[in-house]
């Protein structure tokens, strides 16, 4: 009840929002910014610093050395192009390995004086290679020698010592490039990309108050049934501020220069156990990059906010360290409301909805920033003081003046 009088009697209610305000400011802005897109450019829509699948909206250009640093580390870049990639890489260094080989083969063979003899031919001069006329044979000798596939028809003579030589060192590589192949296969294969996916972040951050202080807030949760035991959760803040340059003004070829800051968000508690959906706190307080945050400001899409999110975990299927990311616009982030509840009791099991998992609801929040909230509260607070030190004063003051603060301190419950 005195919750209900607060809110009614109380000179915030000016700073109060409807929903339905609420979701027609950034339409009203975007109609605006529509209107004006001619004469401001500089306030078309800010482009994301990093994709909600977590990948980052970036793109390299005039890299000094590129194509050096991806050879240098060749497994690494075996382990990241796609799988159509690495199976045509890797089909082409066994094909080219059959070639080179076969063409030395071939090469020894008519040195030898091996394709003079046909199918039919003597047999008292012995070949280097039996059954090898041509570089065909040739070819299919190189490949039966580096697969093992042993036919019997064609086989090495012992009166070469070059062919023997030249087997020798093809059984070595054959033995590399299987290594290559099974090692880059079993680390792609234990990498499982996808495996992210299943565990997600919600569509939405929220803002509201908890245990008396306003909170920004966001779940994550793994839709998998064997839950991660444990996990990392992190939050950053990034600015963008964008100078743009006309051509020929010392800024190159003209366009827009882009910084780029960072501000690590204190979160509430950061190792998270996913057995079931878990919020992510972070408190609006003084120590809060966000703490001079209004829900109006945050509307402004010129401030090029981004929060970045992630949740850092180690798989306990395969072991494997893994990072889940996602980021989160001004326009994906809702003031003034909750995520609903996911967790029922049932007979035998604790039941998570998951179709609630980026469903929220509206709840009362002052439409104000946290700096504002807690300037409004020790002004409220040193006036219920002031009040209390003067209550035999206060019993004589006239009925007008008696609800003025009577207001006050049901307002400072309310805040």
């Keep these: 009840m005195v919750l209900a009088c607060a809110i009614e009697m109380s000179p915030e209610i000016a700073s109060m929002t409807s929903p339905q305000e609420i979701s027609a400011a950034p339409q009203a802005k975007a109609s605006k910014g529509r209107g004006n897109q001619h004469h401001h450019p500089q306030q078309q829509q800010q482009k994301r610093y990093m994709q909600k699948d977590g990948h980052c909206n970036f793109s390299f250009q005039q890299t000094s050395g590129e194509w050096g640093h991806y050879v240098t580390d060749i497994y690494t870049t075996l382990v990241e192009i796609r799988w159509r990639v690495m199976l045509l890489v890797f089909s082409l260094a066994y094909i080219l390995s059959w070639l080179t080989f076969a063409l030395l083969y071939f090469l ?14 003597p047999t008292e001069l012995n070949p280097c290679m039996l059954n090898v006329h041509s570089f065909t044979g040739a070819f299919l000798f190189s490949m039966e ?64 108050v908890l245990d008396g202080a306003l909170c920004l807030q966001w779940r994550v949760g793994d839709f ?54 878990a919020t992510v706190v972070h408190v609006l307080d003084q120590h809060s990059p966000l703490y001079g945050l209004s829900p109006q400001a945050l509307v402004q899409e010129e401030q090029g906010l981004e929060l970045v999110v992630s949740f850092t ?11 889940t990311r996602t980021s989160y616009t001004p326009g994906e982030i809702r003031w003034g409301q909750q995520f609903q509840p996911m967790l029922r009791l049932g007979r035998r099991h604790y ?23 807690d300037g409004a509260r020790g002004a409220i607070v040193a006036a219920g003081s002031g009040e209390s030190s003067g209550q035999a ?4 003051l006239p009925a007008r003046q008696r609800e003025k603060t009577d207001s006050l301190v049901l307002q400072e419950a309310w805040l």
């Design 108 to 121: 020894i063979a008519y040195l030898h004086g091996d394709l003079d003899i046909g199918e039919e031919g």
């Design 313 to 323: 975990y180690t798989d306990d299927s395969t072991g494997m360290l893994r990072q």
């Design 145 to 208: 020698t580096q697969a093992t596939i042993g036919y019997g028809f064609r086989g090495m003579n012992d009166v070469c010592m070059e062919a023997i030589v030249v087997v020798t060192v093809q059984d070595v590589l054959s033995c590399f490039i299987d290594t290559a192949v099974i090692g880059v296969v079993i680390a792609k294969m234990a990498c499982a990309r996808k495996r992210a996916h299943t565990v997600g972040f919600s569509k939405w951050a929220v803002v509201n």
């Design 393 to 396: 004063t206060r019993l004589k």
């Design 224 to 277: 998998r049934g064997n839950h991660i035991l444990e996990g990392e959760a992190q939050g950053q803040l990034v600015r963008r501020q964008c100078t743009t340059h006309p051509p020929g003004s010392g800024g190159g070829s003209g366009g827009a220069e882009v910084s780029v800051t960072f501000q690590d968000l204190k979160l509430k508690c950061r190792s998270l156990s996913l057995a079931t959906p």
């Design 351 to 373: 039941h998570a909805d998951y179709s609630l998992f980026h469903q929220t609801s509206w709840v009362q929040v002052p439409m104000m920033s946290a700096q504002e909230r």
